[in-house]
């Protein structure tokens, strides 16, 4: 089973810069990708950015320019580097990780979450 340990969340004003990281920990074979999504109150959770096992990144739109996501393999941790915040940037982040079992089967492993508030 793998655990992930969020951190970094906070109250911020807008135009500031937050660091979220997130650790795994756990029987781990292999990590085919790892993301960050957030929800705000009444929303349905958005991916705000990934990173698969070969480096490569994807961002939607709204966060592009401003969000930098990146990882340690070697502690198989994620961060997302966050500047430049809104106060629509508010919601709860959290971090997903796609690996695969001793079988070879596909998991995806959510964290507890982490509140990001942007005041204006």
């Known amino acids: 089973q793998v655990q992930l340990v969020e951190s970094g969340g906070g109250l911020v004003q807008a135009g500031g810069s937050l660091r979220l990281s997130c650790a795994a920990s756990?029987?781990?074979?292999?990590?085919?990708?790892m993301g960050w999504y957030r929800q705000a109150p009444g929303k349905q959770r958005e991916l705000v950015a990934g990173?698969?096992?070969?480096?490569?990144?994807n961002y939607p739109d709204s966060v592009k320019g401003r969000f930098t996501i990146s990882r340690d393999n070697a502690k198989n941790t994620v961060y997302l580097q966050m500047n430049s915040l809104k106060p629509e940037d508010t919601a709860v982040y959290y971090c997903?990780?796609?690996?695969?079992?001793?079988?070879?089967?596909?998991?995806?492993?959510w964290g507890q979450g982490t509140q990001v508030t942007v005041s204006s």
């Open positions: 990173i698969i096992s070969g480096g490569s990144t």
């Open positions: 997903n990780v796609l690996h695969r079992d001793y079988r070879g089967y596909l998991l995806s492993s």
């Open positions: 756990g029987i781990i074979y292999s990590i085919n990708s």
